[in-house]
């Protein structure tokens, strides 16, 4: 059966000239790569007086990320992007300072709290799917219903269920920021910061309505007088111990937010959509879910049982990676392979390349989750599939990731098929993070 073709950006002919290459990338960056980027091992830009390093390879990336980190801060352009809504949380802190934030976090994330979590999950989706019955067959916006599940189980998870209110309102703000903020051209040709980019203004009254909720949000809890064993929880001990600063518990809280539920969402939109242009694979998802569960409510104990489940959710990844680039300055000189990197220079390690690399992934554009068997994925390189990030700096959400979307997975397709409006464009654009332009229509029918 010949797979119909999926959804890709543009493949210019060759790397657009500079000034071109900046519009493109404030629209979507994944769209300026030419076929050679998708193959060659690094793809080097001159913007200015600036460089950019494209590194398409397992053990460049293996390099960046964990042998040479030490070299490497994330860019300025992201620190300016972010930290108006992400101040100097884990994502956008360096140094000492990420060293500590990431320790004091660390322990919510151990695999045995995860597994914990994992009827919280189930529930979270069960109560979500109840508004499915009502819509049965008419047209749905499936990002923002997948959305809507992985902000109740961060909520309920990561803050408890009494700060409803408040997550809800940061979950705006923070789709609000996405959607203004873009890297501006004066980034590029090393305008001081003081000069005003677009959306700045914007961004910072977005960062300054987050302070509020998330003051709200802890005069709440503190109210309660008790203490809770979530996120919130941590990190209010943390305070009190004075190991943080109230100024960095408001930017841990919308770190993990903002990091923990929109990637999710959006990898379990994107399998959808794949799941659609290939019935086979449902079908056999189906069949495993069915024989595994016999109709009762997945547990975390189920995963381990669901392999299909994994593989088609790290399928989904390889094709669509939320996270689609990774952005690097480097402090000193380096060298990959031949290229010498000057000290200052950006280094991208990029999963989208790096999951579409041909030299590594045999027919790298179809959807095949046979990909990720134990047979097959035998032999390849660790750094080949980097959904996640690497090294010191690695997804510290990556495990209860990837409980949530097979739990998510396996409690929707028990009782549920979501097909896509066919005539509805689908167009994969990169922001911060990988979304479909113009979101993803769906319908869902009762199995
Ligand atoms: C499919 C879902 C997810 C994907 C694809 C993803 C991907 C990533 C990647 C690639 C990084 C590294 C960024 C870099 O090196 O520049 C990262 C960092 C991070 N992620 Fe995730 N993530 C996901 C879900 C989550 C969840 C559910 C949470 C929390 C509940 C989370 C919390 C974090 C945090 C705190 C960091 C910063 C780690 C640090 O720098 O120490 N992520 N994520």
Request: net charge neutral.
């Amino acid at each position: 059966m010949i797979e119909p073709a999926l959804a890709s950006p543009p493949r210019p002919p060759r790397l657009p000239s500079p000034l071109k290459f900046l519009r493109a990338l404030q629209d979507s960056f994944i769209s300026v790569w030419p076929d050679a980027a998708y193959s060659n091992p690094i793809t080097a830009i001159r913007i200015g007086t600036r460089r950019m390093f494209v590194a398409n390879s397992p053990a460049f990336a293996k390099h960046v990320l964990l042998d040479n980190a030490g070299n490497y801060h994330k860019t300025p352009v992201a620190r300016r992007l972010l930290a108006p809504a992400l101040g100097q949380g884990l994502l956008t802190a360096e140094d000492d300072t990420w060293k500590r934030h990431r320790q004091i976090v660390a322990p919510m994330f151990a695999p045995r709290r995860i597994a914990a979590l994992g009827e919280a999950i189930v529930d979270e989706t069960t109560r979500y799917l109840a508004h499915w019955q009502g819509l049965e067959g008419a047209p749905f916006d499936l990002t923002e219903a997948m959305a809507a599940i992985t902000l109740g189980i961060i909520t309920r998870t990561m803050f408890s269920a009494d700060s409803q209110e408040e997550t809800a309102t940061i979950a705006a703000d923070m789709d609000r920021y996405q959607r203004i903020l873009r890297p501006s051209l004066l980034d590029f040709i090393g305008a001081p910061d003081w000069l005003p980019r677009p959306g700045t203004r914007a961004a910072q009254r977005i960062g300054d309505d987050l302070t509020e909720t998330i003051a709200r949000m802890i005069v709440r809890r503190r109210a309660l007088g008790e203490d809770r064993d979530d996120l919130l929880g941590l990190l209010l001990a943390a305070v009190d111990r004075g190991d943080l600063t109230a100024r960095e518990i408001r930017d841990e809280i919308a770190t993990v937010f903002t990091a923990g539920h929109e990637t999710t969402a959006m990898t379990l939109g994107w399998l959808f959509y794949l799941l659609d242009r290939r019935p086979e694979v449902e079908t056999r998802l189906l069949a495993e879910i069915d024989t595994v569960l016999e109709r009762r409510p997945a547990t975390a104990a189920d995963i381990d049982r669901l392999p299909y489940a994994r593989m088609v959710i790290d399928e989904a990844m390889r094709l669509y990676p939320p996270a689609h680039s990774m952005t690097r300055f480097a402090l000193g000189p380096d060298q990959l392979g031949d290229v010498a990197i000057p000290a200052h220079s950006v280094v991208v390690v990029s999963p989208w390349l790096i999951h579409r690399n041909p030299a590594l992934w045999p027919d790298p554009d179809s959807f095949d989750p046979e990909r990720f068997s134990p047979a097959r994925s035998e032999g390849r390189a660790r750094y080949s599939f980097i959904p996640f990030g690497a090294g010191p700096r690695i997804c510290l959400g990556a495990g209860f990731a990837i409980t949530e979307a097979v739990l998510v997975l396996a409690t929707i397709l028990q009782h549920w098929r979501v097909r896509m409006v066919p005539e509805h464009p689908v167009e994969p654009i990169a922001l911060i993070t990988l979304r479909p332009r113009y979101g993803l229509r769906a319908t869902a029918l009762l199995r």
